[in-house]
Nanobody, 123 residues
Framework: VQVVESGGGLVQPGGSLRLSCAAS????????IGWFRRFPGKEREGVSC????????HYRDSVKGRFTISRDNAKNTVYLQMNSLKPEDAAIYYCAASYGTRCSLRTYEYAYWGQGTQVTVSS
């Protein structure tokens, strides 16, 4: 069971990036999927998640209205569209998979983690 993130990079403030979370060895639509990020010297924090059963989504307050999580089961991929990026969004972004009736932004509920992809927001 493996998830792999991609799509990170350098973007100017106000720009956009789309992160991808691809699954290997399992079907992503059997799991809740979360996106998390980690700032230097800080613990990982939940950014957004999507529930497998009904595609219910959750976002942390600071990204609401700017980030959108979505799932493409045919491609076995979950995306995080990030618009209006701010310097404070710069971090390593991780996707993770969990079981459960509802997704959450709690890191301890997630069993499978990717290696992360770096997002840099700078002019």
């Amino acid at each position: 069971v493996q998830v792999v993130e991609s799509g990170g990079g350098l973007v100017q403030p106000g720009g956009s990036l789309r992160l991808s979370c691809a699954a290997s060895g399992f079907s992503l639509d059997d799991y809740n999927i979360g996106w998390f990020r980690r700032f230097p010297g800080k613990e990982r924090e939940g950014v957004s998640c999507i529930t497998t059963s009904d595609d219910t989504t959750h976002y942390r307050d600071s990204v609401k209205g700017r980030f959108t999580i979505s799932r493409d089961n045919a491609k076995n991929t979950v995306y995080l569209q990030m618009n209006s990026l701010k310097p404070e969004d710069a971090a390593i972004y991780y996707c993770a998979a969990s079981y459960g009736t509802r997704c959450s932004l709690r890191t301890y509920e997630y069993a499978y983690w990717g290696q992360g992809t770096q997002v840099t927001v700078s002019s």
